[in-house]
């Protein structure tokens, strides 16, 4: 596991990433949305790589105007071969740490709802009632530093 700023990456690691998060997010959830919102470029990129593969995935923001200059964790995700491995809380432990170490400050997510625990198990606490996003129900939650 390693993090890349958007200036960092590689042309094959960008292209392995849009490949992974449209695998997950657009193929598996039978979810057709704009994935590239254009927020790639103010984001962290935390990539796994296992045999030359992108198995797992997250992005990660110092500040979002949308949730008051709060950091922020998304586009969370596993390839299918390795979900229920654990690697996925391996992933998010990694982006927290990271969050924890260079920013100092509550993390906001906007988590799909099914995962409320998942994101509970790292403290993270629901803010919000559930709302749809591209189609799938979310909740705001906050991890307070």
């Not at 998304?74 to 229920?84: E, K, N, P």
Request: charged share 25%; hydrophobic share 35%; net charge negative.
């Amino acid at each position: 596991m390693y993090w890349r700023k958007w200036q960092e990456l590689s042309k094959q690691e960008l292209y392995d990433i849009i490949q992974l998060r449209l695998a997950v997010f657009s193929v598996e959830q039978d979810c057709p949305y704009q994935d590239l919102d254009g927020l790639d470029q103010q984001a962290y990129h935390l990539l796994a790589y296992q045999d030359l593969k992108l198995v797992g995935y997250i992005r990660l923001f110092e500040a979002l105007e949308q949730y008051q200059g709060d950091a922020s964790i998304g586009r969370v995700c596993c390839c299918d071969s390795i979900r229920g491995s654990g690697f996925g809380r391996q992933l998010m432990q990694q982006a927290i740490e990271f969050c924890d170490q260079k920013f100092h400050k509550k993390i906001t997510i906007s988590a799909q709802a099914y995962l409320r625990d998942f994101y509970h198990d790292f403290g993270f606490e629901v803010a919000s009632e559930i709302y749809l996003e591209d189609g799938i129900e979310h909740i705001k939650m906050v991890r307070k530093k």
